[in-house]
């Protein structure tokens, strides 16, 4: 696992400053782009390990990412990683895609199969001259560029379509031997699944960081319907805690910022020293829980 060295104020003793990566999505808007770059210019100065850009549903924002991606190259310090899926594209275009990646200089590629493109919850149609599964996707770029680093996903409480928890562990082992190194975890609200899916993965013979994906609420509604689509179970503890605050976003902020900073300090205390940050394209909240992990800015900006 790479890891950032204590600073020069830590004492002997000081705990490990935990690593964190922040993922964006693609903004569709010029207003929608300010207020990425606001969220970006205001994290940067944390040091995340990288930043990443998802890849909309269907290949839907193949331009946006990578224009996003090449932003924060030119006009930044951080490391990005690209989102990339295998929906929607032959084998040649996302080829192509990866090998316009890696001219330009990105060297971490997240690598997914994607939703179906008819929605989650149907059947997933491969194009049928793409790539089929992940694995064959990691394997694809990693032929291509053998020093691009690939990340994957896990699921601690399996992907809605896989048959078990096991037949979900034995894909991620797929993708491992294809040459992935780093697994993010969907959302999870539940500490004890990612301690038992960890266990089970460990189990298993694979040993790559299997980082925490963390998504403060900031819209318990919405956030509650989305990640219940893509196999989160939401707790009850976690509703009650946002029961009458429909119309009350400043106290939804406050509860939110809690629960999520909870939750990584409890992950901290167990031993956890990387964690992946779901942004949303804010940065209020991924800020004060990151501070609450002792992270503290100490200015990325892109020399001169
Ligand atoms: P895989 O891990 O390859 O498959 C998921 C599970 O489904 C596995 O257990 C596999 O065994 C099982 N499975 C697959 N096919 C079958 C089958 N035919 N029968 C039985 N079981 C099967 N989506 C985007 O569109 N863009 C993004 O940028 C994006 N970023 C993501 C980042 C992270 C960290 C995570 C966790 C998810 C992200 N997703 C993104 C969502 C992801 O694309 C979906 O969850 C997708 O449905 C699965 O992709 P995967 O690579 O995880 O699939």
Request: include cysteine.
């Amino acid at each position: 696992m790479t890891e950032v060295p204590p600073t020069s104020h830590d004492g002997p003793h000081a705990p490990r400053r935990p690593n964190i990566s922040f993922e964006f999505f693609p903004p569709k808007t010029a207003e929608m782009e300010k207020n990425l770059w606001e969220t970006i210019n205001r994290l940067a100065p944390l040091a995340p390990n990288f930043v990443s850009v998802t890849y909309g549903a269907g290949g839907s924002t193949r331009e946006r990412t990578h224009s996003t991606i090449a932003r924060i190259l030119r006009e930044t310090a951080l490391l990005p990683a690209a989102h990339l899926t295998c929906v929607g594209a032959a084998r040649g275009e996302i080829d192509e895609i990866v090998d316009r990646y890696h001219e330009v200089g990105v060297r971490h590629i997240v690598a997914l199969r994607g939703d179906p493109a008819t929605g989650i919850g149907t059947a997933f149609v491969a194009h049928p001259d793409g790539y089929k599964t992940s694995p064959e996707l990691v394997a694809g770029i990693k032929k291509r560029h053998p020093d691009i680093e690939i990340s994957v996903a896990g699921y601690p409480e399996k992907h809605p379509e896989a048959r078990d928890l096991d037949a979900d562990i034995d894909t991620l082992k797929a993708k491992v031997d294809a040459g992935a190194t780093r697994a993010i975890t969907q959302v999870f609200f539940d500490n004890d699944l990612y301690f038992r899916y960890l266990d089970r993965v460990r189990g298993r013979g694979i040993t790559i960081p299997v980082v925490p994906g963390i998504m403060p609420m900031h819209n318990f509604k919405q956030a509650r319907n989305f990640v219940t689509r893509a196999g989160t179970s939401v707790p009850g503890w976690l509703a009650e805690k946002f029961e009458g605050l429909d119309d009350d976003g400043e106290t939804r902020k406050l509860v939110a910022a809690t629960v999520a900073a909870g939750q990584v300090q409890k992950l901290a205390k167990h031993g956890v020293d990387t964690f992946h940050f779901y942004t949303m394209n804010r940065a209020d909240l991924v800020f004060a829980i990151s501070h609450l992990l002792g992270i503290r800015p100490n200015g990325a900006k892109k020399a001169a």
